[in-house]
C-alpha cells in the first residue's frame, strides 16, 4: 500500500475525530454578519446628528460645526495626527475645506453602538469629493465618532478618521 493513502492510519483515531469535528463545527458556529440597529431610537439620533454636522461641513456653517464638537474634542487623523484643539480643527476646515471638499455618506453603512452613562459610537464609510482634483480616485474611507449626550445634546467628542 502506497504511504499516500494510508497516512491517516498513522495518526491516532481521537486526532482525527478532533480534526474533523472542529472544522465541521468551526463552520456552523459563524453566522454571517448583519447589523441591526439597537435600540433603533439611538441610530436614528446619531445618523440625524451625523446628517446635520455634515450638511454644515459641505456648506461651510463653521458655527453649527463649533456647537457640534465638544470643547474638550479629540481628533486622531490617520495622516494628519492627533488634533485636541477646537480652534485649529475648525479654522483648518475653514483653510483647508471650505468651497473645497465635500463629504458623502456611503449609504447604508452606519453603525452605531450605545455606550452606557455617556452616549453613542459611530462608525461608518464615507467619501469626500475634492473639487480641487476633479479627476482623482473616489475611496471610501472608516470614520469613528464618539457622541456625548449630556443635558439632551449631542457631541463629538472623539472622532477618527481613516483615509
Known amino acids: 500500500m502506497p504511504l499516500i493513502s494510508s497516512w491517516p492510519a498513522l495518526l491516532p483515531a481521537g486526532f482525527l475525530f478532533l480534526l474533523y ?6 463552520k ?10 439597537d435600540p433603533p ?11 446635520l ?7 461651510c456653517d463653521m458655527a453649527t460645526q463649533a456647537a457640534c464638537y465638544a470643547d474638550t474634542i479629540e481628533f486622531y487623523h490617520d495622516k494628519g495626527g492627533l ?22 455618506l456611503v449609504k447604508g453603512s452606519i453603525e452605531v453602538y450605545p455606550i452606557k452613562d455617556f452616549g453613542a459610537v459611530e462608525m461608518g464609510l464615507h467619501i469626500f469629493h475634492n473639487k480641487e482634483e ?27 478618521s481613516l483615509h
Not at 28 to 37: E, T
Not at 147 to 160: A, E, I, L
Open 21 to 26: 469535528s472542529c472544522s465541521v463545527t468551526g
Open 28 to 37: 456552523q458556529r459563524v453566522a454571517p454578519y448583519h447589523y441591526k440597529p
Open 41 to 51: 431610537e439611538l441610530y436614528a439620533d446619531i445618523v440625524k446628528q451625523d446628517s
Open 53 to 59: 454636522f455634515f450638511t454644515a461641513y459641505n456648506t
Open 83 to 104: 488634533s485636541t484643539s477646537k480652534a485649529d480643527i475648525l479654522e483648518g476646515t475653514k483653510n483647508n475645506i471650505c468651497g473645497k471638499v465635500t463629504r458623502e
Open 134 to 160: 476633479p479627476g482623482a480616485p473616489l475611496p471610501a474611507s472608516k470614520f469613528i465618532i464618539f457622541w456625548r449626550q449630556r443635558d439632551g445634546r449631542w457631541q463629538m467628542t472623539k472622532v477618527v
